[in-house]
């Protein structure tokens, strides 16, 4: 429902100037969007994970000299850095994140916009009259809610670009860890043959001792159910090995082609010769965090979107300039009336309490979150240090400890062996409990890398849900298990 006040004036210069002027008004007001600036900033504050790589393909050139970055790097083993950077370069994914984000931010600018003005014309004859009527009108409270709106799109707009930077260091994250993944699920597939092979010639050797009377039921059979056990690992560790790869094509956006061509690294990256320190950690984690940011952004746009409801639920306003020509065929008379014309809609049965409710509660949920937010920022980051710590320590024991005193035990037993104080299968369980110790500390590495690719997630202002999986490579089968 809606009330009008109309008005004939006879002075359409001060009209035509106070149109120009809100014209005017209104367009250098506002909202417009920069995707290159955003974009730019987003490869400022996540340089470590982008290198500044970060760029929205949109010419047939740019598709074009991308693939051929593809290429380059495809044609040597990929290293991590290099399958970020294949990633930022090739991953459809990555650059559905951009496009999306140019999509919101548009749509949020659109808000601090405003309404193009409505133009109707009407044609009236009533007996020997004929009247034209021109109406020109545009909403007056748009208008005058104008700079709030632009200020609200603005911080809307901000609010995508923190959560595009969010988006991008968690695909960065993925990317990384899948490629240590990948690597150490190929380690551990070559050390698993080698577990198999060992298994097969003792169940072999057992087999020929029991044929000759040399071996018994008993023993042969524990020979046997190793040797079973290892060919249930191998399998297992060759379909860990292919969904570790799969996986690193998906989150690398590899064609079937770019697939095939896909070679990795032999092993994992050496350990860090000294590992990040607590307060080299502190000094990193700061309150310019993704998270942190991203809620703040959502508190302040909350904020200002509840001011504006304020306002525009309770009513709405539009303002109308018209001319309207009358010509009277009886007398070749012309009458010209000028003059405006305001609506009001009326609040007759809705008040907006709802509208304003809603916008409270929203504000409430977008501090509570800022809140929740902060509170756990250093728990994050803590967690996060911790799986890293744990892991170095581990991985580093596993290397510099279990190993070494594992190659000396074998060397030990060669030399037993060849004095004759022990028998073949002995050997041979030594040399499946040596290649066991390798694989537990391809598994403590892979463990690391994961953690240190989480860590630096946190310490950005992204942690991860799961910094280090439970279980990433089929355990090698005990010696144990043939009883010798």
Same mark, same amino acid.
């Given at each position: 429902?809606?009330?009008?006040?109309?008005?004939?004036?006879?002075?359409?210069?001060?009209?035509?100037?106070?149109?120009?002027?809100?014209?005017? +008004?209104?367009?250098?007001?506002?909202?417009?969007?920069?995707?290159?600036?955003?974009?730019?900033?987003?490869?400022?504050?996540?340089?470590? #994970?982008?290198?500044?790589?970060?760029?929205?393909?949109?010419?047939?050139?740019?598709? +074009? %000299?991308?693939?051929?970055?593809?290429?380059?790097?495809?044609?040597?083993?990929?290293?991590?850095?290099?399958?970020?950077?294949?990633?930022? $370069?090739?991953?459809?994914?990555?650059?559905?994140?951009?496009?999306?984000?140019?999509?919101?931010?548009?749509?949020?600018?659109?808000?601090?916009?405003?309404?193009?003005?409505?133009?109707?014309?009407?044609?009236?004859?009533?007996?020997?009259?004929?009247?034209?009527?021109?109406?020109?009108?545009?909403?007056?409270?748009?208008?005058?809610?104008?700079?709030?709106?632009?200020?609200?799109?603005?911080?809307?707009?901000?609010?995508?670009? /923190?959560?595009? &930077?969010?988006?991008?260091?968690?695909?960065?994250?993925?990317?990384?860890?899948?490629?240590?993944?990948?690597?150490?699920?190929?380690?551990?597939?070559?050390? +698993?043959? %080698?577990?198999?092979?060992?298994?097969?010639?003792?169940?072999? /050797?057992?087999?020929?001792?029991?044929?000759?009377?040399?071996?018994?039921?008993?023993?042969?059979? =524990?020979?046997?159910?190793?040797?079973?056990?290892?060919?249930?690992? @191998?399998?297992?560790?060759?379909?860990?090995?292919?969904?570790?790869?799969?996986?690193?094509?998906?989150?690398?956006? @590899?064609?079937?082609?770019?697939?095939?061509?896909? &070679?990795?690294?032999?092993?994992?990256?050496?350990?860090?010769?000294?590992?990040?320190?607590?307060?080299?950690?502190?000094?990193?984690?700061?309150?310019?965090?993704?998270?942190?940011?991203?809620?703040?952004?959502?508190?302040?746009?909350?904020?200002?979107?509840?001011?504006?409801?304020?306002?525009?639920?309770?009513?709405?306003?539009?303002?109308?300039?018209?001319?309207?020509?009358? #010509?009277?065929?009886?007398?070749?008379?012309?009458?010209?009336?000028?003059?405006?014309?305001?609506?009001?809609?009326?609040?007759?049965?809705?008040?907006?309490?709802?509208?304003?409710?809603?916008?409270? +509660?929203?504000?409430?949920?977008?501090?509570?979150?800022?809140? $929740?937010?902060?509170?756990?920022?250093?728990?994050?980051?803590?967690?996060?240090?911790?799986?890293? =710590?744990?892991?170095?320590?581990?991985?580093?024991?596993?290397?510099?400890?279990?190993?070494?005193?594992?190659?000396?035990?074998?060397?030990?037993?060669?030399?037993?062996?060849?004095?004759?104080?022990?028998?073949?299968?002995?050997?041979?369980?030594?040399?499946?409990?040596?290649?066991?110790?390798?694989?537990?500390?391809?598994?403590?590495?892979?463990?690391?890398?994961? $953690?240190?690719?989480?860590?630096?997630?946190?310490?950005?202002?992204?942690?991860?849900?799961?910094?280090?999986?439970?279980?990433?490579?089929?355990?090698?089968?005990?010696?144990?298990?043939?009883?010798?």
């Amino acid at each position: 429902m809606s009330s009008s006040i109309h008005s004939t004036s006879h002075r359409p210069s001060r009209a035509r100037f106070s149109l120009a002027a809100l014209a005017l +008004a209104a367009l250098s007001g506002c909202a417009s969007v920069d995707l290159a600036q955003n974009l730019s900033r987003t490869n400022d504050e996540a340089a470590s #994970f982008t290198g500044g790589r970060l760029a929205l393909a949109r010419s047939d050139e740019d598709h +074009a %000299q991308r693939r051929q970055v593809a290429s380059d790097l495809l044609a040597q083993p990929l290293g991590q850095p290099q399958a970020v950077e294949l990633a930022l $370069a090739n991953s459809p994914a990555l650059q559905a994140l951009l496009a999306q984000h140019g999509a919101d931010a548009a749509r949020s600018a659109q808000g601090g916009r405003i309404a193009n003005p409505v133009f109707g014309f009407e044609r009236l004859r009533t007996g020997s009259e004929l009247e034209f009527g021109r109406l020109l009108s545009f909403g007056l409270l748009d208008l005058l809610t104008l700079p709030a709106r632009k200020e609200l799109a603005d911080r809307q707009i901000e609010q995508s670009r /923190l959560r595009l &930077t969010s988006d991008v260091v968690d695909q960065i994250t993925l990317v990384r860890q899948a490629w240590v993944r990948a690597v150490a699920a190929q380690q551990s597939l070559q050390y +698993a043959g %080698q577990v198999y092979e060992s298994a097969e010639a003792s169940a072999e /050797l057992a087999r020929r001792m029991q044929a000759v009377g040399n071996f018994s039921k008993l023993e042969r059979a =524990r020979q046997q159910a190793f040797y079973a056990d290892a060919g249930t690992q @191998l399998a297992s560790a060759r379909h860990a090995a292919m969904a570790a790869r799969e996986e690193l094509v998906r989150q690398l956006g @590899l064609t079937d082609v770019q697939a095939q061509e896909l &070679t990795l690294p032999e092993r994992l990256p050496e350990l860090p010769k000294q590992p990040l320190q607590p307060e080299e950690v502190g000094q990193t984690a700061s309150r310019a965090r993704l998270d942190v940011r991203l809620a703040q952004a959502e508190l302040d746009a909350s904020a200002r979107s509840r001011g504006l409801t304020g306002i525009t639920s309770v009513t709405d306003m539009e303002l109308g300039v018209t001319r309207n020509t009358t #010509f009277d065929n009886a007398d070749g008379h012309k009458a010209t009336g000028r003059g405006y014309e305001i609506s009001v809609r009326l609040p007759l049965f809705d008040w907006g309490d709802l509208q304003r409710d809603a916008s409270k +509660a929203q504000v409430l949920a977008s501090a509570q979150r800022l809140d $929740a937010t902060l509170r756990a920022a250093g728990s994050n980051v803590r967690e996060s240090y911790s799986a890293y =710590r744990s892991t170095y320590d581990i991985a580093r024991h596993q290397r510099d400890e279990v190993v070494p005193l594992r190659k000396t035990i074998s060397e030990e037993n060669l030399l037993r062996y060849n004095g004759m104080l022990i028998g073949v299968f002995d050997l041979l369980a030594d040399a499946r409990d040596q290649v066991g110790a390798v694989m537990s500390t391809i598994t403590a590495e892979q463990q690391f890398w994961l $953690a240190d690719a989480a860590l630096q997630a946190a310490l950005i202002g992204r942690p991860m849900a799961s910094a280090v999986a439970a279980g990433g490579n089929p355990q090698p089968a005990s010696s144990d298990d043939a009883g010798h």
